[in-house]
């Protein structure tokens, strides 16, 4: 499976942007990039996922590097309500015979002051 | 309405105990999974049910045994519980199998004493 790294942990301030950095080196080209977050005593949530084109919906953007070898997820203006644990995840498209499962990583914890 | 639910929410128990973790979906979805979290917060796939058939068992010791009566219901149970066994078990959903989102229950917090 290839494998993403992320830092440990970001911090931000509330109404100000937020970019999350993921890097994937050895993404393969029908590895799917998806973003998911676990907010405090939570399940985790979906927040946006994509292949080589930049995407945008209600939540995030993300950004996607030419060489997809990394990704960026882009909160436009963080609230408190965004500091969760953010973990980024490769899924291959032909490898159903994985069964769906998500790996999760370490991902990255945000903290979002005030 | 809650779109997946677990119950119970904590669980506290003995060594050696046999205990049961519920969960259902009303989201209409044909795949249903179990996460498991540990104490250092590292997420973990446990196994995955599509259809009701097991498609996925992550070398889950055989105490931990799934059972999906129907498709929107995937339970857990657990015979002789140890200490290690102490995590959050987080249920999950998704339409299909593969790169559908999975929609993720609150949690059961289970402490092994």
């Known amino acids: 499976d290839a494998k993403t790294t992320q830092p440990n942990s970001m911090e931000s301030n509330e109404e100000e942007p937020v970019h999350l950095p993921c890097n994937h080196s050895?993404?393969?080209?029908?590895?799917?990039i998806h973003w998911y977050r676990q907010l405090p005593s939570q399940g985790p949530e979906y927040v946006i996922h994509?292949?080589?084109s930049n995407v945008n919906n209600r939540m995030a953007s993300l950004a996607i590097a030419e060489d997809r070898k990394s990704s960026t997820l882009i909160l436009h203006r963080a609230t408190l309500r965004d500091a969760a644990v953010y973990y980024c995840?490769?899924?291959?498209?032909?490898?159903?015979?994985?069964?769906?499962?998500?790996?999760f990583g370490q991902g990255t914890e945000l903290s979002v002051k005030p | 309405d809650t779109a997946v639910s677990q119950t119970p929410k904590y669980l506290v128990t003995q060594m050696g105990n046999d205990k049961s973790i519920k969960c259902e979906q009303n989201?209409?979805?044909?795949?249903m999974y179990w996460y498991k979290q540990d104490s250092k917060k590292f997420l973990k796939i446990m196994f995955s049910?599509?259809?009701?058939?097991?498609?996925i068992n992550e070398t889950v010791p055989n105490r931990f045994s799934p059972k999906s009566p129907d498709k929107a219901h995937l339970n857990l149970h657990i015979n002789s519980l140890e200490l290690g066994d102490s995590a959050v078990y987080f249920c999950?959903?998704?339409?299909?199998?593969?790169?559908?989102?999975?929609?993720f229950g609150p949690g059961t917090r289970l402490l092994v004493l």
């Open positions: 999950a959903s998704s339409l299909q199998v593969g790169q559908e989102t999975q929609y």
């Open positions: 050895t993404i393969s080209g029908t590895d799917y």
């Open positions: 994509g292949l080589t």
């Open positions: 995840i490769l899924r291959d498209v032909l490898r159903n015979n994985q069964g769906g499962k998500l790996i």
């Open positions: 989201l209409g979805h044909d795949t």
């Open positions: 049910y599509n259809n009701k058939e097991l498609i």
